[in-house]
């Protein structure tokens, strides 16, 4: 029985057809019983890509020939690409995005092929090899820009961000969904451990990694009381790290039940609603307030909750805030008078990932990370990988190129 399905264009048809923007050209034919080896074999040389087109938009399914990585390049085969709640907000228009676009960014992969003059070595110095299982860096940065030179590179001037660029056929893929990802230059490499699951080490370069970089912001003292904004990825991860550095509390504030269920097994002491916290805050700390607070849902009302809830002299560390929303009234003598300190952490250094990927080395089996991927579909499911990554019960999906 003959059968056929709609591909993309590649380079070897362009002479034939001309160049294309348009991603919908392009018949393969394919004679399952009589040349079913012979469709395998090109299984193996071709990627598999799921384009974003824009939110209402199909996605798009392409095969395209498996990218060599140019100099300075190094190719990785995809093991797995958990979805992020950014990766929600642009498939739903919360913010915009260049399309149309490989999206995700919390990947792990396994090295295929070095171009040539590409770095051979992982952040921590330590030897890179094809075979080797490793993530990188969410952000590419050039080294010489005003932000790289002042440890800011994840604000590189000329950065490239995994999983939000917009796809071309010439440069290759750059996000998670997908089957082959291209680390460009200035992508910084960290080896996973042979021991951590896929499940467990996939949100390392995003959630892992930018809560890493929020408690160096925080700067938490032994005996602190912190007060964690959210359980979901960011919020769990923050009562983790924060229970292991010395926190005498740890307060997570979550509507959800099962998520403040959740958060106890992360190390949280307290798990509150958001109209508790006033009283139990004040009891616990003789009425001073938390030492730090990490808000890590984004939403206005959590934000005046915290300014609130923190005390003389504390830090507020705001992680959520990733797409535009209303703005709302400050009165600035109050963070003036009061000596407060807020940060904001959005992405994070290099360091920092080393950090997330050594802490999950240690306390994986202390903490439940590994059951917090619900669900694994394949690039083929992914209109339904990502209405169950919508289910505010999830707290992550993930992503298989098979």
């Not at 508790?276 to 984004?298: H, K, M, N």
């Not at 963070?335 to 904001?344: E, Q």
């Amino acid at each position: 029985m003959a059968c056929f399905f709609i591909d993309a264009i590649d380079s070897r048809f362009d002479s034939v057809f001309g160049a294309s923007n348009d991603y919908n050209f392009g018949i393969h034919w394919v004679f399952e019983s009589c040349f079913a080896n012979h469709e395998n074999e090109q299984d193996m040389d071709e990627s598999k890509i799921v384009l974003f087109q824009g939110t209402g938009k199909a996605w798009l399914h392409q095969r395209i020939e498996i990218p060599s990585p140019n100099r300075g390049e190094v190719l990785v085969r995809i093991l797995g690409c958990t979805i992020c709640g950014s990766d929600l907000h642009s498939v739903h228009g919360r913010r915009q995005v260049a399309t149309p676009s490989v999206l995700g960014h919390e990947i792990v992969g396994e090295i295929v092929e070095f171009g040539d003059d590409a770095v051979r070595s992982a952040v921590d110095g330590s030897p890179l090899s094809e075979g080797n299982r490793v993530t990188w860096s969410v952000v590419a940065s050039c080294g010489d820009c005003y932000f790289c030179q002042h440890d800011l590179p994840q604000k590189c001037s000329v950065a490239v961000k995994y999983g939000h660029n917009r796809y071309e056929r010439t440069a290759g893929p750059t996000g998670g969904f997908a089957s082959h990802c291209l680390l460009v230059r200035g992508t910084r490499v960290v080896r996973i451990p042979d021991e951590l699951p896929l499940e467990v080490v996939c949100p390392s370069s995003c959630a892992t990694a930018t809560i890493a970089a929020a408690m160096e912001a925080a700067a938490i003292r032994k005996g602190d009381t912190a007060v964690v904004i959210g359980a979901g990825m960011l919020g769990l991860t923050a009562c983790a790290m924060a229970s292991k550095q010395g926190c005498a509390n740890v307060i997570c504030v979550e509507r959800s039940e099962s998520r403040r269920i959740l958060s106890r097994a992360f190390g949280a002491s307290l798990s509150l609603l958001p109209d508790q916290l006033p009283s139990v805050l004040a009891e616990a700390t003789a009425g001073r307030g938390a030492d730090v607070i990490f808000e890590c849902t984004g939403a206005n009302g959590a934000f005046v909750s915290a300014m609130d809830a923190v005390r003389v002299g504390g830090r507020l560390v705001l992680v959520g805030a990733v797409f535009p929303q209303e703005p709302i009234p400050m009165v600035v003598e109050r963070i003036v008078r009061r000596n407060l300190a807020i940060v904001g952490i959005h992405n994070y250094a290099p360091k920092h990932l080393v950090q997330a990927v050594q802490f999950l080395e240690l306390h994986w089996h202390e903490f439940p990370f590994a059951n917090l991927v619900e669900k694994w579909y394949s690039l083929d499911q992914m209109d339904e990988a990502i209405e169950h990554a919508g289910d505010q019960c999830s707290i992550r999906i993930g992503i298989r190129p098979d």
